[in-house]
């Protein structure tokens, strides 16, 4: 059976079924924080690893979240262009204003508030890939395809 999970990982697991989707989120020993140590503790490829990015729009401030496969950077002129504003870095402040989550386990869903998302393009090529569920630790496995109703994000080519 499994373990009674923490309050952030447990926040993502609702979200998760509120969407009627049946996936449990794990909690692994080793960290997870980065997309490469993602990968190392589940064994998948980094590529697989969903990484959710928050970017802060310059002018108005608003939080954007990037949904992107754990290898590819982001170019942020790709971003600037689908919001006709520039793009500019977030603090973990904001980060964790904007998601409820701190950097290193923010998920692709289950934020305090409906981010503008977009979502990486490479990701659909994988059958499965994994993604953080709100700690460095905390972890779900799911089908690219349900990513855009998961995040209402739009799919874009990010790199
Ligand atoms: N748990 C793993 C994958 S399952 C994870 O969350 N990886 S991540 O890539 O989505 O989140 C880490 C990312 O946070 C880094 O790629 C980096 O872009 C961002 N980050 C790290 N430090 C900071 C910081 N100080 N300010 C803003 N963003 C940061």
């Known amino acids: 059976m499994s373990q009674q999970l923490s309050t952030s990982a ?3 697991q609702n979200a998760l079924q509120t969407l009627g989707l049946s996936v449990q989120v794990v909690e692994l020993p080793d960290s997870a ?18 990484k959710s990015l928050v970017f802060k729009a310059k002018r108005s401030e608003r939080p ?6 754990g290898s590819n950077r982001v ?16 603090d973990a402040a904001f980060v964790r204003q904007h998601t409820g989550f ?9 934020h305090s508030e409906v981010l503008e998302t977009f979502i990486d393009e490479d990701l659909f090529q994988y059958e499965e890939v994994w993604a953080a569920a ?20 739009k799919v874009v080519k990010i790199k």
Not at 102 to 110: A, H, S, Y
Request: hydrophobic residues 45%; charged residues 20%; contains cysteine.
């Open 10 to 12: 447990q926040r993502v």
């Open 33 to 50: 924080r980065t997309a490469i140590e993602a990968a190392q503790a589940i064994g998948c490829q980094v590529e697989q690893i969903v």
């Open 64 to 69: 954007i979240l990037v949904v992107a496969s």
């Open 75 to 90: 170019n942020e002129k790709v971003i600037e262009a689908e919001i006709c504003e520039p793009l500019g870095k977030a």
């Open 102 to 110: 701190v950097i290193g386990g923010v998920p692709p869903l289950g």
């Open 134 to 153: 709100g700690t460095p630790h905390a972890v779900f496995c799911l089908k690219p395809d349900d990513l855009p109703r998961m995040t209402g994000g």
